[in-house]
């Protein structure tokens, strides 16, 4: 039916005289360039040889068809209505002839069809890759039989059964197919309304529960995936097995009644026990018969584990037992508790309950109210509770309003004097709450009372300590005043008439060295006029540290944004310009801003860069590090280290204590007082400071102030 040179076209259709490679298209074709002339000669002889050849090849492929159509069953004879559809197709898969039938399956006419209708416009892209297979094997043995095809006519849609015979010509060359069709398109209808088998045998294997189906002779026809995976075999293992070989013996004995019942025509449910893998389970089965024009043909099981519910129907009644003893031992706990509650509420030492009824009559005495109040149940049952009441509120309207309070928000409460039959009093806390049943009725009252004399009486002590420690805080007050006022005092004459010899030294060596001629001082004089002159300006210095130390403690904080890092830049810039020539290599980490005083604060950077200048002059390269620790929830550390002399870490300790000096003053100069202040700024800013270092490597100076909210982390980046 179908040819290997479906891409080619038939002899017809090209012009005999103008074959592909021809002499003119060749000429054309090389006719713009230079070719060897001998080799185009070549060329031309050749491509003529081949054209003679196809020439003969053509005629001998007509002879043979048409004494092939000779030899063969005339198409004429089975023109008319048939009941096959006939086809002729030849080597190149074009329709050469075909019967009426098949003309009006396909709904063409003969015209349309014959020489020009190719077989690849009867079938669908999916029916031509079908058929690969097949037209090899009809290649090969020269014929193909029953071969279901959906062929496309105009317009129209066929289900045929296929069988062609391939004829060949006297040379063994395929020459043409005869193909017979046979219309299924019935039986393929037919077909689509028949169940779907494996549809049906998907939806069982998908059941949880194992299903089977055993014929009249009780022989396994059928299983679902469940059950087989119950009997630890395949189903194709399983089938055909008789229910004595495919189940439990102890399971099949108990079946045999209900498998006789259901082959009468009887659906019938029973449980039984089955041992699988040496365990023991309970089965409730189902069995439906498969009742067929009258006769039963075999009937259908339904197995349903039900170990676990019958395990569970057995813990529940004797969860049943357990619930009644746990009832029972509540019940105990119960009494025992209300027992302990009876116990407790009469034992407490300095609180007492008792019970009021809804209009506030004492209706319950307890033990512990009778010691506390002194008073014995009879001389109380069914009197009203403000016989006990505060001081304040001995009225019946008053306990009343406490009721009323109690019963609008459940609980009431007062501190006060209350009284005792005896007529003493005591300082107690009262607390009523109202007693409501499961529905919110009111049921009546508690009256619980703290007897707090004992902490009334600390609680005045208290109170007296209090005041006497506050007229001894105006009393220290005064005398902190008054000292303040002398320590301006003495500051006041420090600064004014300690100053005054030290001017008048000065100013008098400077008046002898202009009153003397210079041949009368020599250099010994001289030397010893230096040495007063430079001892009375350390002890001006002195008195300047001194001064600016005690200043320091009664200065007031003022409290603002500090940006350290343009303090920072700006002192390290007036060091580098006071240091001449030195090489110091300065790095700089980002430091954040801050809240303080920022006059204060400028000093504590200035006495340390200061410091880390003066004790690293004798390196030939200083290097000075400054940044930040990263800061914690708490506060933020500064520090500032160099590579200078660094001194004996045991001495840490001495090293912020007024005029407290480590090193040899005629080689650092100083008065000792820069770390000193430097202490006292941070300490007064609420943060601390200390100091690391080795002797000969260098020294690290470290500060920390609180994080406030204006602050930002930053980090050292160096």
């Known amino acids: 039916m179908l040819s290997h040179h479906e891409s080619s076209a038939s002899p017809s259709d090209k012009p005999e005289g103008e074959p ?36 003969l090849d053509r005629q001998q492929t007509l002879v043979a068809y048409q004494d092939l159509l000779a030899r063969s069953l005339p198409i004429s004879d089975l023109k008319g209505h048939t009941a096959c559809g006939y086809v002729v197709l030849d080597a190149r898969g074009r329709l050469i002839d075909c019967n009426d039938t098949a003309l009006r399956w396909l709904a063409y006419t003969r015209q349309e069809v014959l020489g020009r209708l190719h077989w690849r416009r009867l079938l669908g892209p999916v029916q031509r890759r079908a058929l690969l297979h097949p037209w090899r094997t009809l290649m090969r043995q020269g014929r193909l039989s029953d071969l279901e095809l959906r062929l496309l006519g105009n317009g ?8 062609a015979v391939m004829q060949r010509d006297a040379w063994g060359r395929p020459a043409c197919v005869q193909v017979s069709l046979v219309d299924i398109s019935a039986r393929k209808l037919g077909q689509q309304d028949q169940p779907d088998w494996p549809l049906l045998q998907a939806l069982a294997d998908q059941f949880p529960e194992p299903l089977s189906y055993w014929d009249g002779e009780s022989r396994l026809r059928y299983a679902n995936r469940a059950f087989a995976a119950t009997r630890s075999r395949s189903f194709q293992q399983l089938r055909g097995c008789a229910m004595a070989e495919a189940l439990d013996p102890s399971l099949h004995a108990s079946m045999q009644e209900s498998v006789q019942a259901v082959l009468t ?15 023991s389970r309970r089965l409730q089965q189902r069995l439906v018969p498969d009742i067929r024009n009258g006769l039963v043909v075999g009937y259908f099981l339904w197995s349903r584990d039900v170990t676990g519910l019958r395990r569970g129907s057995g813990e529940l009644r004797g969860s049943s037992d357990e619930l009644d003893g746990v009832i029972q031992h509540q019940a105990r706990q119960l009494y025992e508790s209300e027992e302990r509650l009876r116990l407790m509420a009469d034992g407490v030492e300095d609180y007492c309950i008792y019970f009021l009824d809804m209009d506030g009559l004492i209706c319950d005495w307890t033990v512990s109210a009778e010691r506390l109040h002194c008073c014995p149940p009879g001389d109380v049952m069914g009197q009203h509770f403000s016989m006990f009441c505060m001081e304040d509120e001995t009225s019946r309207q008053s306990a009343d ?5 109690a019963r609008a928000r459940g609980q009431s409460e007062r501190r006060g004097w209350a009284y005792r039959k005896d007529g003493s009093r005591l300082w107690a806390h009262a607390v009523i709450t109202a007693l409501r049943d499961d529905d919110g009725q009111l049921r009546g009252f508690s009256h619980i009372m703290h007897d707090m004399s004992e902490i009334k009486r600390a609680e005045d002590m208290q109170l007296n300590l209090q005041a006497e420690l506050e007229q001894r805080v105006k009393d220290r007050t005064r005398e902190l005043e008054a000292a303040n006022r002398d320590l301006e005092a003495f500051s006041y004459s420090v600064s004014h008439d300690l100053r005054a010899p030290l001017r008048h030294i000065t100013g008098f060596i400077e008046l002898l060295k202009g ?9 010994t004089a001289l030397k010893y006029l230096g040495t007063i002159t430079q001892a009375a300006q350390t002890m001006s210095q002195l008195i ?10 009664r200065a007031t904080v003022n409290r603002s944004v500090v940006d350290f890092d343009s303090v920072v830049h700006g002192l390290q810039a007036m060091l580098q310009a006071h240091s001449g020539q030195r090489l110091i290599e300065w790095q700089i980490g980002d430091l954040p801003t801050v809240r303080g005083d920022a006059v204060l604060l400028r000093e504590v950077w200035s006495n340390l860069l200061d410091n880390a200048v003066k004790y690293t002059r004798h ?20 520090f500032v280290r160099d590579n200078g002399i660094g001194f004996d870490a045991q001495a840490a300790s001495r090293l912020f204590g007024v005029f407290q000096r480590l090193h040899n003053a005629r080689e650092f100069e100083g008065t000792g007082i820069g770390l000193a202040l430097v202490q006292r700024i941070v300490e007064r800013h609420g943060g601390r400071v200390w100091a690391e270092s080795e002797v000969g490597v260098g020294s690290s100076f470290y500060f920390c102030l609180p994080v406030a909210p204006a602050t930002r982390p930053a980090f050292d980046t160096l």
């Open 544 to 553: 300047d540290g001194l001064l600016s130390f005690s200043r320091l403690g």
């Open 515 to 523: 009153h003397c001629p210079p041949e009368a001082l020599d250099e």
């Open 20 to 55: 592909k490679g021809s002499l003119p298209a060749l000429q054309t074709e090389l006719g713009p360039t230079r070719v060897d002339e001998e080799r185009l000669r070549q060329r031309i002889e050749h491509l003529q040889l081949e054209l003679r050849q196809a020439r």
């Open 265 to 279: 025509g009887q659906a019938c449910s029973m449980e039984s026990a089955e041992v699988v893998r040496n365990h």
């Open 156 to 163: 129209v849609t066929l289900d045929t059964l296929v069988n």
């Open 619 to 638: 390196q030939p390269v200083t290097h000075i590090r400054i940044g930040c620790l990263p800061a914690t929830d708490d506060e933020q550390t500064f």
């Open 401 to 405: 309003r406490l009721l009323r309070i």
